[in-house]
């Protein structure tokens, strides 16, 4: 599913120059769970449906890494998922809406529900909807791209999935003649993407790992 997904990424001017941010993962699972806190979930999610356009950067990326502690998200291994892919695959553009839409309501923030979506509106000339998915893919990717600037570990751009770094990697222009290397760590797997010397660093989130 996913080379379908670079297909789509190309049609998408994503980024502008913006600050880069330490992500606080304790600090992200503590505030969306807080009714009392501005980065509450309730809250951001009102927004994040309503107006997208609203969201600072640091809002978006309490929503994109939240995810690792919600207990709703929708899997690519999902039977759910597979029949969207398998809808998507097959052109269907009606039934993937159909289906999009419901794993939506379920898991707003899934990138990779949010492409079928965006892929599955463009094909029916439904603009609004498109502009407003487009709008919410946009403040959740940049959030991820300003999680470091990847030149070490220390700095690496951090995913929650193997999906969510495929997406990143086209969006930074990564193509096939970089090498991957692969190095383990305590709360997630480094894969650093190496050309001509120059060295890569993502740092992948394992979705069940827990902060001590």
Request: proline share 2%; aromatic share 14%.
């Amino acid at each position: 599913m996913k080379h379908y997904f670079f297909l789509l990424l190309v049609f998408f001017s994503v980024f502008g120059f913006s600050q880069k941010s330490k992500i606080d993962l304790k600090n992200i699972e503590k505030s969306l769970k807080n009714s009392d806190s501005p980065y509450n979930y309730e809250k951001l999610i009102f927004k994040y449906k309503g107006y997208p356009k609203s969201l600072d950067s640091i809002e978006a990326q309490y929503l994109y890494y939240g995810r690792n502690f919600r207990d709703d998200k929708v899997s690519t291994t999902d039977d759910a998922f597979k029949s969207l892919a398998d809808a998507f695959k097959e052109n269907n553009f009606e039934e993937c809406i159909k289906q999009g839409k419901v794993l939506y309501d379920k898991d707003p923030t899934n990138l990779d529900v949010l492409l079928v979506l965006l892929r599955a509106y463009d094909s029916q000339k439904d603009g609004s909807n498109f502009m407003h998915h487009l709008s919410q893919f946009r403040s959740l990717t940049e959030g991820m791209k300003n999680s470091g600037d990847g030149t070490s570990e220390k700095t690496a751009y951090l995913v929650n999935s193997v999906g969510d770094e495929y997406i990143l990697l086209n969006i930074l222009n990564i193509g096939k003649d970089y090498v991957r290397g692969s190095k383990p760590t305590k709360d997630g797997m480094f894969d650093i993407w190496e050309k001509d010397g120059r060295k890569l660093y993502i740092k992948i989130l394992y979705l069940d790992f827990k902060i001590n």
